[in-house]
């Protein structure tokens, strides 16, 4: 029998959760391996989903608009006649017992989830690639439970299948109806990216007191998330508390003094009006927990520099009259930072818990501002590329980047990364490194102010630039110099064009 | 209670069996006539004679072949090794005979036998005398394994370990018999495979046995001084092993420290961590980390020797990685 389970793939990096965007095929259509099954939002872009194996569509278990963790069910391909019932009633079996209330979810309880799993593993012939440990992205304390529980990789498929269930109710009557395989093709490897990482205590506790793990900052080694995380956790508990106040009794009565207890609890709910809540994006959730993340462990201090920017300002305008092309002081400033960053290896470099690992790459990300968040595009082996390329290639990317059609290969692998708000005139600012590097800089507007010229005050271009580094790579004599290179490569940037 | 030295302690172990038990004897290198190498025999000729304390020729295959042959005739030998670095001389017989025949006869024939005397690094006594061996015998079944760290421990052990119907592997310390400690007056015995709370604590838990044991209470003084209350747990037999109670202080203190004299390499501290990854797993707010000696010979020069050995400040730095302190 050959049935294909369709799985919500790993379409990014730092996927943890998809939207289903739209499906492009439909229930009872013919599906090739490798035809386009449906679009889906990742937290960078929208990507297309193939299928991984032929037949029908039998079932669309999550319809557009719906949500669900990586590695979740989210269809069935199957041949005609192949009957598939029991698979989807053993899917959402699993899922209503994963969902059932946290007693029941106790960490303790481990295999049947993981065996159970083996056997419809067995049965769906082509389920995706052999997919190492999925993401665990806690999607669900009991999720996170179970798969803490249970040594076997397919236990935790179960309780991502799980928990998607929960997000998105599966229909109950499932038509018998052949199908075969689609899914998804996780390159190797990736998961890895994506997972939660937290001790099994970390986890258990967060089982125990109904924490999502995704939500929590982790400040173990490689920002694993342990006890004292968990312990410290106020997030959404302290938010939803305040919220949950003014309901009783109706806002406006909430806020007297007459129906509040006389212990008189937090005097700072009742002052703040609730405006609206917003759902978090997908993107809103990775740039809280990436940003987090990387500024919670990595200690960040923060070096300015200015540059006397008159001779980058003649040759921008040289270079744009006889090339006719658009060439800004940000692609000036990426080129100055790729050919420091060839001086300077130790600026391109990771920290890795237990060792500095330096790039033979060098590759810059350059932060794009879009109307739900921002995203970093990576221009590659920058130091190798001349000026109207980077200029050319950085325009291409931040386009593709604002209408969401960017490829994961091009906004990861960065090794350094530029933020620029100089067009908004910001004289200078500091940035949150942008894991897993360990310096960003930030860059200011080029701005004309007096300049001290011998004994004479005249008009001159000035740009303020400040680097953000992690202490446990980069030490400050070593940001001090590598900011010296980059001014001095700015101050004469003829050299830049060789 | 009497403050006694375990050298003095384990003396009075042997005193008392033998006293209440005819069949109980000693051979051994030097026991008799010299008093014993280490002098845990001491006035023990004078009180039993030379039938019941036998001196022996340097053959450590024969102490311990006539030790098994004895042993399985009904008397209750205890065979004194010097050392335990000249027991792996006697290994066939204690690993082949000694630990097989009870199993091999269908329970027919017993060995009720001790092999005892010091193990482990005493002070500069380099590669060839500073070996910790617990891990090898641990490693067989059928064997019992005793690693006492307190004067109280050693006899209690020791008189338990006399009267079991099985060869037990009985391992002091050369530095250990100098420490003094309480010891009940009265008869007692403290059961073989029970360990026991050295020093109780909320934030992280030691295994430790031997003497590793009092290393790691120095280490937990200076820990306390940090604010970090460790507990040390030794279970004072390694074979059968105490699990439950290195069990009950993880799912505690959520943190582990193993530490051995022995080597790092196939020791017998992976043995505990194994067991507490799999029965623990969800209270484990860090990996294991396990403090042992080097993973080379024992070097002579006492720097070195410092260096090769567990102390109490690669405990303490165990300790604060557990702790992400």
């Given amino acids: ?498 | 209670m009497a403050l006694l030295t375990m050298r003095e302690a384990l003396n009075q172990a042997l005193k008392e069996e033998m006293s209440r038990d005819p069949t109980v004897f000693i051979l051994g290198e030097e026991v008799g006539a010299y008093q014993g190498a280490y002098k845990v025999t001491q006035g023990l000729v004078a009180q039993f004679g030379e039938w019941r304390v036998r001196d022996t020729p340097i053959a450590e295959e024969a102490i311990a072949g006539i030790a098994v042959g004895a042993a399985f005739t009904g008397l209750r030998p205890i065979a004194e090794m010097m050392t335990f670095n000249f027991s792996l001389l006697a290994l066939d017989i204690i690993v082949n005979h000694a630990a097989k025949y009870r199993y091999m006869s269908g329970g027919q024939i017993r060995c009720p036998m001790v092999m005892r005397g010091p193990s482990g690094a005493a002070t500069q006594v380099a590669a060839q005398h500073s070996q910790a061996f617990e891990s090898w015998y641990a490693y067989v079944p059928g064997l019992v394994v005793v690693m006492p760290s307190t004067p109280r421990d050693a006899k209690g052990l020791l008189k338990s370990a006399i009267r079991d119907d099985n060869p037990v592997i009985f391992m002091e310390n050369e530095i250990l018999y100098n420490l003094k400690g309480e010891v009940p007056e009265e008869e007692f015995h403290i059961p073989l495979g029970l360990g026991d709370i050295k020093r109780e604590g909320k934030d992280v838990t030691i295994v430790a046995w031997s003497r590793s044991v009092i290393t790691s209470l120095a280490a937990a003084k200076t820990l306390a001084e940090q604010g970090i209350e460790a507990e040390v747990v030794d279970p004072r037999t390694l074979r059968p092993l105490d699990e439950d109670i290195i069990f009950e202080s993880v799912r505690k203190t959520g943190r582990c420290v193993v530490v051995e004299e022995g080597w790092r390499y196939a020791g017998f501290g992976g043995e505990i961590a194994d067991r507490v990854q799999r029965e623990c797993f969800d209270s484990l707010d860090a990996p294991i980390v396990r403090v042992t000696s080097a993973d080379v010979p024992m070097p002579y020069a006492k720097t070195l020797e410092k260096a090769y050995l567990p102390q109490p400040e690669k405990i303490v730095e165990a300790a604060h990685q557990v702790l992400y302190r």
């Avoid at chain 1, 053993?90 to 994963?98: D, F, H, P, S």
Wanted: charge should be neutral.
């Fill in chain 1, 1 to 498: 029998m050959t049935v294909t389970k369709v799985v919500l793939a790993k379409l990014s990096p730092t996927m943890e959760e998809g939207t289903i965007v739209k499906w492009t095929k439909n229930e009872g259509d013919q599906i090739k391996q490798g035809d386009v099954l449906a679009e889906i939002e990742t937290d960078k872009a929208n990507m297309e989903m193939e299928a991984l194996g032929s037949g029908v569509l039998r079932k669309i278990l999550i319809p557009a608009g719906g949500k669900a963790p990586i590695g979740a069910l989210i269809g069935v391909i199957a041949e005609p006649g192949e009957d598939i019932e029991p698979m989807i009633a053993k899917e959402a079996g699993k899922a209503a017992a994963a969902s059932a209330p946290p007693p029941a979810a106790s960490p303790a309880a481990p295999p049947p989830a993981g065996g159970a799993t083996g056997e419809s593993d067995a049965a769906a012939t082509q389920t995706a690639t052999p997919r190492p440990a999925p993401p665990a992205p806690a999607p669900s304390p009991v999720a996170a439970g179970a798969q803490a529980a249970d040594n076997a990789a397919p236990g935790d498929q179960a309780a991502s299948v799980a928990s998607a269930a929960r997000t998105a109710p599966v229909p109950s009557a499932p038509a018998p109806a052949p199908a075969e395989g689609a899914s998804s093709h996780p390159t190797a490897g990736s998961y890895e990216v994506g997972r939660v990482k937290a001790s099994p205590l970390a986890r258990s506790m967060a089982a125990d007191r109904n924490i999502d793990l995704a939500a929590v900052a982790g400040t173990g080694p490689g920002g694993r998330i342990i006890k004292r995380d968990i312990e410290s956790w106020s997030g959404p508990r302290a938010a939803s508390a305040a919220a949950a106040a003014p309901q009783q009794g109706g806002a406006a009565s909430a806020l007297r003094p007459a129906s509040v207890p006389a212990s008189r609890p937090a005097p700072v709910a009742p002052s703040i009006k609730p405006g609206t809540e917003l759902p978090l994006s997908n993107m809103r959730k990775t740039i809280a927990k990436r940003l987090a993340e990387s500024k919670f462990t990595a200690p960040h201090y923060y070096v300015t520099v200015e540059i006397d920017m008159d001779a980058a300002v003649a040759l921008r305008e040289q270079i744009q009259r006889l090339e006719e092309a658009k060439v800004s002081y940000n692609d000036l400033v990426v080129k100055a930072c790729a050919r420091a960053l060839t001086r300077f290896p130790m600026v391109n470099a990771s920290w890795g818990g237990d060792k500095i690992v330096t790039h033979a790459e060098v590759n810059i990300g350059i932060a794009v501002a879009l109307p739900e968040g921002l995203i970093t595009p990576v221009v590659r082996d920058a130091d190798g590329k001349g000026i109207l390329h980077i200029a050319a290639e950085v325009r291409d990317l931040a386009g593709r980047a604002r209408d969401k059609k960017l490829k994961p290969e091009e906004f990861s692998g960065s090794t350094f990364t530029i933020s620029n708000l100089g067009m908004y005139d910001v004289t200078e600012f500091t940035a949150i490194i942008n894991p897993p590097d360990s310096a960003i800089l930030a860059v200011g507007a080029v701005r004309r102010v007096p300049v001290v010229d011998g004994d004479a005050i005249r008009p001159g271009h000035r740009m303020k630039v400040t680097m953000s580094s992690d202490h446990r790579v980069i030490d400050g004599a070593l940001a001090a110099q590598f900011l010296a290179e980059v001014r001095r490569l700015l101050e004469n940037p003829l050299g830049l064009l060789l």
